[in-house]
């Protein structure tokens, strides 16, 4: 099973700075298989990144993803109110699928 | 519009069973791979298992293995989780989430969720 590591668990920052999230592979994610969501309170996830870079339908260019291998990173270029919630990376290169156990980003 | 509606939560004794459904539109259901994810109470998101389009390929989590069955109807444009053997551990919200499959297994449409709750 390939584990995940999410890295910081919380981010505060301001809204208009840069975010960025980190996740780590326990081994090699096969064909950058990996993607990314974003979850709110009360809501189911979001997909936001999949293929590590390509974003997803209607996601804003503020959202990129990055990475190969086992690192990958997640990068929001200036946060918006609504971009404060917790994300994900899950890998599915692989059985079991599995999701890194989240990075909350918070309003400092 | 894809809608995903999860139904069949509830309150279970810890050893009992239940049924949930989702129940798909505005997709052509039987072209995709369906998914259940849970996530437990202040926790994170755990991939439970997955079934291909045709229904020929099917995979579960270690945690669930021979308790939970995914199961699909591609005619009633539905897909259902039958749980049994239920633990404590298992409480959490279900969701059920869409893949395209053939390797793009990235879960780009999801319910809104069902909660169960294991307890005596």
């Known amino acids: 099973e390939i584990v995940l590591t999410q890295s910081p668990g919380t981010l505060s920052l301001s809204p208009g700075e840069r975010a960025t999230l980190s996740c780590r592979a326990s081994?090699?994610?096969?064909?950058?298989?990996l993607a990314w969501y974003q979850q709110k309170p009360g809501q189911a996830p979001r997909l936001l990144i999949y293929?590590?870079?390509s974003r997803a339908t209607g996601i804003p260019d503020r959202f990129s993803g990055s990475g190969s291998g086992t690192d990958f990173a997640l990068t929001i270029s200036r946060l918006e109110p609504e971009d404060f919630a917790v994300y994900y990376c899950?890998?599915?290169?692989?059985?079991?699928?599995?999701f890194g156990q989240g990075t909350k980003v918070e309003i400092k | 519009e894809v809608q995903l509606v999860e139904s069949g939560g509830g309150l279970v004794k810890p050893g009992g069973s239940l049924r949930l459904s989702c129940s798909a539109s505005?997709?052509?259901?039987?072209?995709?791979?369906m998914n259940w994810v849970r996530q437990a109470p202040g926790k994170g998101l755990e991939w439970v298992s997955s079934?291909?389009?045709?229904?020929?390929?099917?995979f579960y989590a270690d945690s669930v293995k021979g308790r939970f069955t995914i199961s699909r109807d591609n005619a009633k444009n539905s897909l259902y989780l039958q749980m049994n053997s239920l633990r404590a551990e298992d409480t959490a919200v279900y969701y059920c989430?869409?893949?395209?499959?053939?390797?793009?297994?990235?879960?780009?449409?999801w319910g809104q969720g069902t909660l169960v709750t294991v307890s005596s």
């Open positions: 293929g590590a870079s």
């Open positions: 079934i291909s389009s045709s229904g020929t390929y099917i």
């Open positions: 899950q890998q599915y290169g692989n059985s079991p699928r599995t």
């Open positions: 081994q090699s994610v096969s064909s950058s298989y």
């Open positions: 989430a869409r893949a395209l499959g053939h390797g793009y297994d990235y879960l780009d449409y």
């Open positions: 505005g997709f052509t259901f039987s072209s995709y791979s």
